[in-house]
């Protein structure tokens, strides 16, 4: 469905410890997930993907969680630092559909 | 990696001109390119899908008219925001997707336009 909002919630967190963004979808169709950061004036940048047939999958210092259940998708950031200071959207999307939905999106600051 | 390459990355203009936006994928084919457009602390909302040689398909409540997509070739697809005013002064953003399922997409760096 679509995003709106005023304002964007605001995650605030010490460099170095871990981050966790939430997401939370309603498409019980949707089987392809996927994180972008997006930096100020910038386009989104790509971060993680995971297929609806995973629960869980790991990059460098990023792991994204699925909980199809509930409709919950996670970013975990390890060791956040100073440039992971950007807006994070999840966006969804499934098999035969080629747009994406993007989630409302989270600001995440990093305080040195 | 993948990489879409936007132009121009702002514009300034008045009300009344005719803006034409480039997205270009410069490392792969995208058979389809997406439109989106983003107002200040909100997400990305879809405009339009761009689909190569063929017409573009419009989400609901925009325009074809005011905002024409035209997608040539495999590697380039144009958004022209015709007579802009005011209210069309947005963050506009595109992105390009390879062949295949579960593809991710990727994105430009976004076109600021700002109608006087």
């Known amino acids: 469905g679509e995003s709106v909002g005023l304002h964007l919630p605001t995650l605030s967190v010490q460099e170095g410890d871990n981050s966790i963004i939430n997401c939370a979808y309603s498409n019980s169709a949707s089987d392809y997930f996927i994180w972008y950061k997006q930096e100020s004036g910038k386009g989104p940048q790509f971060i993680i993907d995971i297929r609806s047939n995973m629960d869980k999958r790991q990059g460098q210092r990023v792991t994204v969680l699925l909980n199809k259940t509930v409709k919950h998708l996670s970013l975990q950031i390890a060791a956040t630092q100073p440039g992971d200071s950007a807006v994070y959207f999840c966006?969804?999307?499934?098999?035969?559909?080629?747009?994406?939905?993007f989630g409302s999106g989270t600001r995440l600051q990093v305080q040195p | 990696g993948a990489v879409v390459s936007q132009h121009p990355s702002r514009v300034i203009c008045k009300s009344g001109t005719s803006v034409k936006i480039e997205c270009r994928s410069l490392?792969?084919?995208?058979?389809?390119m997406f439109w989106y457009r983003q107002f200040p602390k909100q997400s990305l909302m879809l405009m339009a899908t761009s689909n190569e040689g063929s017409k573009a398909t419009y989400e609901q409540g925009v325009e074809k008219d005011k905002f024409l997509i035209n997608h040539a070739s495999l590697t380039l697809s144009t958004l022209t925001v015709t007579s802009a005013h005011p209210e069309d002064s947005s963050f506009y953003i595109c992105?390009?997707?390879?062949?295949?399922?579960?593809?991710?997409?990727?994105f430009g760096d976004g076109t600021r336009l700002s109608i006087l």
């Open positions: 966006a969804e999307t499934y098999t035969g559909r080629r747009a994406l939905t």
């Open positions: 992105s390009a997707r390879g062949d295949g399922s579960n593809q991710p997409q990727h």
């Open positions: 490392d792969f084919q995208a058979t389809t």
